[in-house]
């Protein structure tokens, strides 16, 4: 039944911070997505027989791949495919799903945050059998294979009925369309206090939730409205559209703005949330109070023992390099080990295997922790639910508590984006070549007190990730990092990440923009944003 269609490798198509990440111009090519997809067949671990895990974030061209994998799956060996109904999984209910049934892996077909439509962006995934996303050494070799390959296996077959629960059989392969929302509902339960929420809510603790008409409005119902019970209506753009409906499905203050509206309104409600594309992220915000990606991490850091699934305490915390240390204060002071990652998930995975870490973080909204192996939105909102039920404060008290505790790790991410991709380069190559003069260098009342490229060896395997952003410290804890963006679709995008420290008994209660100004300055000054780029303030701010 095995059909062998030739094929011809494709070029540089190189995966990115997430897997790989086009236009779906290009997915549909014929053979493109087949292409892809034969390579991660072709060089994963997988017995004969095993378990593959399918599903996406319902964006435009997802029910195509999901009829084009299960149909390779049947030509590649393996014996079962478990895809969400309607083709939906979250990206963190994908990897829930992978550990709780065995699998070998998944496939998991998102862009994330990118937009969605015809026009707009389309991306595939791997996942291994831990559930997380593939490490380096295996998306190197997928990306080998892709340089390759010469064929891809498939079989002729009906699509699949992707609406209704079940199994169909194709061939030896079993496909069986599984509830998207159950295994990870019940996971949930079982790590916080649903009761002690409940209450909560019932005693008037109001929410409003934004979904981004992306994966996550099914799970936010069903959690948040029909088990928590929070009122009707407190999920918002609840059914996942094919093209977000027109949005960006990033939970920041540009795409999500109307979530900021209502929470800095007079009638705001006591806590706000929103999910992206394919619900690993979440953005937290309280009445009349933003909490910064950063913050998030080590206040949930600080307070996780509140809730069941972390009464026994952390074993350890992680947070990407650029995302700001206010984590490590938390880690310091509960005498907790702390790690800092290149950005993206997949190099926390050891950390979670090993039990060195619990909780993990990422400035771009990403908090997650050992439960899965992926960044989880829903869970961060829960934990928070969880935590605020149970210390009875408002966000805007917690998070005013905290930094009168740690001191307050001031915090944004300045994007440039679309930039020629040769000035990019540029820019960063300049930089580089000038680490070692910067040090002893002083802009306004800041000094560098170093300046490197950073590398990151993994302390589980020993593997070494270099070139991973230029980290430039200043004299008192502030800093600025420089990279670029591993999952944009269109020329390149800079990142600027601005940080400053402001210690136990300083200046607390200020605002942000005004207390990154020398910062904003100096990274100018020291990148040459505006020579390189003729950008004279950022895209995007976050
Ligand atoms: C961005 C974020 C990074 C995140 C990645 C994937 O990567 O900065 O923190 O892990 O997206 O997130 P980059 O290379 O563009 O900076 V998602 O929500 O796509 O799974
Ligand atoms: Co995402």
Partial sequence: MTRIVPSQPYSGQKPGTSGLRKKVKVFQQPGYAENFIQSVFDVVERAPGSTLVLGGDGRYHNRTVIQQAIRM?????????????????????????????????????????????????????????????????????IHARTQTIDRWLTVDAPDVDLDTLGTTQIGALAVEVIDPVADYAQLMESLFDFSAIRAHVQSGFSMAFDAMSAVTGPYAIEILENRLGFARGTVRNGIPLEDFGGHHPDPNMVHAHELFETMFAPDAPDFGAASDGDGDRNLIVGRGRFITPSD?????????????????????????????????????ALDLPC???????????????????????????????????????????????????????????????????????????????????????????????????????????????????????????????????????????????????????????????????????????????EMLADLIAAADAIAGITHHTGRTAPDVVT
Wanted: glycine share 14%; aromatic share 8%.
């Fill in 339 to 513: 790690f800092e990652t290149p950005t993206g998930w997949k190099f926390f995975g050891n950390l979670l295997d090993s039990g060195m870490a619990t909780i993990c973080g990422e400035e771009s909204a990403g908090t997650g922790s050992d439960h899965v192996r992926e960044k989880d939105g829903l869970w961060a909102v829960l934990l928070w639910l969880n935590i605020l039920a149970v210390r009875g404060i408002s966000v805007d008290a917690l998070a005013r508590d905290h930094w009168a505790r740690f001191g307050r790790n001031y915090y944004a991410r300045h994007d440039y984006e679309a930039l020629p991709t040769e000035k990019a380069d540029a820019l960063m190559a300049q930089l580089k070549e000038s680490l070692s003069s910067l040090s002893g260098k002083v802009f306004g009342t800041l000094e560098i007190a170093e300046a490197d490229n950073f590398s990151y060896r993994d302390p589980v395997d020993g593997s070494t990730s270099s070139n991973q952003g230029v980290r430039v410290m200043f004299r008192g804890g502030s800093r600025v990092v420089f990279r670029l963006s591993g999952t944009g679709t269109e020329g390149a995008t800079l990142r600027v990440y601005l940080e400053r420290y402001e210690p136990v008994g300083g200046d607390l209660d200020r605002e942000t923009p």
């Fill in 296 to 332: 998030s991490l080590a206040m949930l850091a600080a307070n996780a023992h509140l809730a069941p699934g972390y009464a026994g305490g952390l074993k350890g915390i992680a947070r990407s390099m650029p995302t700001s240390a206010a984590a490590d204060r938390v880690a310091e």
């Fill in 73 to 141: 799956a049947a030509a590649n060996g393996y014996g079962k495919v478990l895809v969400g109904k309607g083709g939906i999984l979250s990206t963190p209910a994908a990897s829930n799903v992978i550990r709780k049934h065995g699998a070998s892996g998944g496939l998991i077909l998102s862009a994330s945050h990118n937009p969605g439509g015809p026009d707009e962006d389309f991306g595939i995934k791997y996942n291994i059998a831990n559930g997380g996303p593939a490490p380096e050494g295996v998306t190197e070799a």
